[in-house]
């Protein structure tokens, strides 16, 4: 009697993800900010950092920003500038492969400005393994004056990553809708409020958003999504 033959159920990969630095502050004029041996997580030969900006520029003017991981140029992955005013506001993300990196589990993190110069930065950083370092989708969006919900189109891919942050003004924390879960809510420079969240695990593309929770100036938003690699 012939037995049936069988094929193994494929099993999807899953990403991890650690939030390892949470709000590292700088202040002071000029391009650069330095974050000294920031933390990089664990060395594994499937790391990729994960680095999110908030950034407050001495006038308005700011174009964007670049980041360098222990030395290695950070892809970026989408920044959000905000409206109007004299300081202008940004946030961003940004990822590099760091892979095992001869061990390193810590290094310099160092967020340039683009035609502006800062007054002060912030840096949240995840180590996440075993994704890919540029992003499969990405979404922002930007209010002044109101209570809004900041919105857009994301999804993330079975076995993936995807993570966000805000910056609102007005001492306003954040909410955040599926697929995330907040990890950071906190007021860094005065009135000005960062939330960071996160969500692993397959997302079918659909409205996400994320909500002040009174009139916010500046109100600014992005996220992104990446692949299992």
């Known amino acids: 009697m012939l037995m049936p033959i069988y094929s ?3 099993v999807t990969a899953s990403a991890s993800a650690t939030l390892v630095v949470t709000g590292t502050n700088v202040t002071g004029g000029g391009n650069d900010h330095t974050f000294s041996s920031a933390a990089l997580g664990t060395s594994t030969a499937d790391r990729v950092i994960v680095v ?3 950034i407050n520029s001495n006038a308005a003017g700011i174009s964007g920003c ?3 991981i222990a030395g290695n140029q950070a892809n970026v ?3 959000q500038i905000s409206e109007g005013g004299a300081t202008e506001q940004m946030i961003g993300i ?5 892979g095992a ?3 390193s589990t810590s290094g310099d993190i160092v967020v340039t400005t683009v035609d502006q110069t800062h007054y002060q930065s912030e840096i949240f950083v995840y180590d996440v393994k075993g994704i890919s370092s540029t992003s499969t989708a990405t979404c922002k969006d930007s209010d002044r004056g109101t209570s809004n919900a900041l919105t857009g189109t994301l999804s993330i891919p079975a076995g993936g990553f995807a993570c966000g942050i805000s910056r609102f003004g007005n001492s306003r ?3 955040w809708s599926s697929p995330f879960t907040e990890r950071h809510d906190a007021a860094h420079t005065g009135a000005l409020f960062a939330s960071v969240a996160d969500s692993i695990g397959e997302f079918s593309s659909a409205t996400v958003s994320c909500t002040p929770d009174g009139a916010a100036t500046p109100s600014i938003f992005v996220a992104a ?3 299992v690699a």
């Open 66 to 68: 670049t980041v360098t």
């Open 52 to 54: 999110l900006t908030q």
């Open 225 to 227: 999504s990446f692949a």
């Open 173 to 175: 924390g954040a909410t």
């Open 77 to 79: 992955i989408v920044e």
């Open 8 to 10: 193994p159920l494929a």
């Open 94 to 98: 940004y990822a590099f492969a760091l």
């Open 101 to 103: 990196d001869s061990g």
